[in-house]
């Protein structure tokens, strides 16, 4: 593993943060190169500290312990994810016999420095009672593959001799902080401690110091497991699926959000990562044993669960066979959960209550690694930790065996209330889990109610004629909510491209719940005049675009068997149509009557259709000229255009957007035309 300590880069560090102590800068700049490397530590594993010294108020200089906060990533740490905490205290409280987790969090809040500061780490008080200026804390896959075998203790004394020394395992806590400092002290020479089915250690007395013996104890445990000869993975005999990624992906990824769906009441995403590690992982027979064991470190299970769920299709091709084939896998899964939950809750004789049932890694044979959460941030998650979770189960066996926490000890991370806490407990956004297609998403209409449904948690599909607009559209979007977006260049009109978009989205998300059928444009001309390709051009665009979209956001609605909803932007010249303006007037009284086809055909299914009949909306539709004629066409001005109806309001793209997301969420309503 290359070390990145970098001279320059430590110097540029301590002027960047010269408004903090040294000691802080240091440590801010060596957590985030063990945060920036995924084979160390993943999405907030891993913690990091440092010992310093202040003037308080009254100027009496105390001893401070800065400790990774919880809620901070390694990788993106600033000072005030380092919560201060009067070191004094910690190391007195290492004198009580016990102390639970409740009273641990208490002590260390009411000795912060800053009493707005976030929680520190779980693993605080391992950091006090150790003496050491800097200690550096890595889940890294090297250590866990040498942390998980059954002789570890023998393999770490052949590795490191005597300078790392072992604990055993013992969850985060007063105990384990315990028994740390007991290890270290019968051995003072060591330079980190190795805890078993947990993680690394190291410490120094500077930051360099301590990350250096980090990275090297690291790619001397890597050195060890690239001595050992990788265990050939044997595939699956007769293998049913030998489809395409993206069909059998397609086929796969709608069902399962729909018996997700049926099963919680909520809405979900799905992601696939594409990797060729994995799907050959999933695709092997050693799979069916080795996925089963368990975390590779116990903080994983709050993120992946302890086991995933395999598939090896049968039916693939049928939809209602491939519904069947996989509820009856959830449903075994889902005992089996019960079943974990229920013994282990009795056993233990504590009173928690269960959290839902349904895997969040899942390995397809054939397709590899797919993980499913409440939002795309949680997928994402999952698969990064599962990902390298099979390189170390691979390796694990190629090096002898893989013996991390059994379940009843993992129960006890799982349904640990600081775990729990970390995955935070603000309520979710009314659209969260689903998602939303947009078409002409980049400006106007189209880009208003991409916001408002990002804002309210859905995930988004924009497409849209326009590449840099869209882009500009999507990176706006991104950056004020955190959903997922993806960001198409599609000409509505190309329903080959319409069609391999839905796979696009079905490949991003899962499936769709919402589609915003919105892109159009206003063609004129006299009736009667009109050159009848033109007037066909206009039907492509404003009404068989339309169809297409929505006969493709169908098909995965009826996959999915929960409802969805298809919203039209008409235009009230369906109902009230401008002289001249016959070639849109038309197509757009067809999209009137096409929401309510939708609605009488699949009302059955719960799928839900409606319209909007936005009139006099500010967008590039109507050129500065085109609104002057309109106008003028009225005998008004252009202002007075805008504001002719009933309230003499001004109505704006966001007040079409808030129709649209109102429609979206009237369950009981259909066929309507707003
Ligand atoms: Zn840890």
Redesign the pocket.
Known sequence: MENKWNELSAQAAIEKYRDVHEDIALRVYTSRLIGANPSLVLHG???TSVKSKIKNKVNEEVDVLYVKGSGWDLDTLEPPGLPGVLLDHLIKLRGLDSLSDEDMVNEQRTHLLDASSPNPSV?TLLHAFLPHKFID???ADASLIIANQPDAEKICKEIYGDTIGIVSYIM?GFALAKAAAEVYEKNKNVEGLM?IN??LFTFGSTAKESYDRHINAVTMAEAYVANKQPKALTPLEGLAISADEKVLLNALAPVLRGLYFEKSGKSWVIHHRKNEKTKAFASSQECATWSQIGTA???HVIRTKQKPLLLNLKQWQDTNALRNEVASALETYCENYHEYFKSNKEAKGVDKKELDPLPRVLLVAGLGLITIGKTVKETKIAADIYQHTVDIIHKSFSVGNYVPLKSNELFDMEYWSLEQAKLGKSKAPVLQGKVAYITGAASGIGLATANLFAEQGANLYLADLSQDKLIEAAEGIRNKHKVGVVARVLNVVDEDAVRDSFADLVANFGGVDFLISNAGNAVQGPIGQINLKDLRQSFELNFFAHQVLASEALRLFLIQKNGGVILFNASKAAFNPGKGFGPYALPKAAIVALTKQYALDYGQFGIRSNAINADRIRTSLFSEVVVAERAAARGLSTDDYFKSNLLQQEVFDTDVAQGFLNLALAEKTTGSIL
């Open positions: 594993g891993g913690n693993e804390h890595s889940h985060p805890l947990h993680g470190t116990p903080d």
